[in-house]
């Protein structure tokens, strides 16, 4: 992206300087809209080539150009979902959201202060989490800005209607819709910690080829699913039950002699990561309830990886 050079005294140009400071705020804002780092990374990237499209006269017409870059980024978000959804009708395999290394999450939420209802939203660290994400794939695009801008970035219904272009009370109701589908798929919290020792478990179980250790830890209805997009062997169907789910990974631990097992974070929660000859080929991470594993979801499609195996 390029930018317009500083003034000719070599003082930095202030109001530059905080236009680029909102980039990785709106990145995470893109990611969490569409799941895709690549995807959240180009919105964004036509967002500052819009502003720079503009004179100087019209830039500095703008009070808030932090604003209107989000505004713009929303929108941009909200054509690509639209266009995102036909392309994942077509996906080979299960499509899943890009998985996140720990050292590329963003958290960084709306700057200055926030509007009040409702005082029950999601935070901005759940609202990272790959089952929440998941759940986020079952809204429509108005739904999924409208929740995402107002309940986690807590934008007013008024900033929010302003983006989608729908009427403030129209987004009430999308943003109602959208918390009706996160609550209907929440169970009752996990502690942090137990997760982690879940998944400790669980790679110990794995490891030592003990299917009935997996058995205990995965829960009776538990759901495995893989996304390979295509590009890598993978399954093509959810894997539904427990029992199921452990004898797939106690056959992929035997055909895999140079497999290793990683304890690491994904998306904020504990999860797993696979390599083959030192390589990352899989990031794998989880959902919980009554003290059991619920969920697996095994990202293997190597273009959304890049962030684990790049840099």
Known sequence: MSTRSAPHDGREDPRLSAILSERRRLVGLAYRLLGSVADAEDVVQEAYARW?????????????????????ASRIALDVLGSAR??????????????LPDRTEWINGRAGGAAA????????????NLAFLVVLESMTPAERVTF???DV?????????????????????????????IDTS???????????????????????HDIDALIGILDPDATATADGGGLVTAELHPIDGGAQIA???????????????LERTVNGQPGLVLQQSGVIGTVMAFDF???????VWAVRNPEKLRSWTVG
Request: net charge positive; proline share 7%; aromatic share 6%.
């Open 52 to 72: 720079y499209a503009m004179s100087p006269r019209q830039q500095e017409a703008i009070d808030a150009p932090g604003a209107w870059l989000t505004t713009v």
């Open 86 to 99: 036909v392309r994942r009708e077509r996906y080979v395999c299960e499509w899943i959201p890009e998985p």
């Open 117 to 128: 209802d409702p005082a029950d939203r999601v935070t901005l660290d759940e609202s990272l």
């Open 148 to 150: 995402i801008l107002h």
């Open 153 to 181: 970035f807590r934008f007013s219904f008024n900033e929010v209607a302003d983006i989608v272009g729908r009427t403030p009370a129209a987004c009430r109701q999308l943003a109602s819709s959208a918390r009706r589908r």
């Open 186 to 208: 929440r169970a009752p919290a996990t502690p942090t910690s137990r997760r982690a020792e879940l998944v400790s478990d669980l790679k110990a179980a794995w490891e030592a």
């Open 247 to 261: 004898r797939r990974l106690i056959a992929l631990v035997r055909e895999t002699p140079d497999l290793t097992i």
């Open 289 to 295: 309830a009554a003290d059991r594993i619920t969920h």
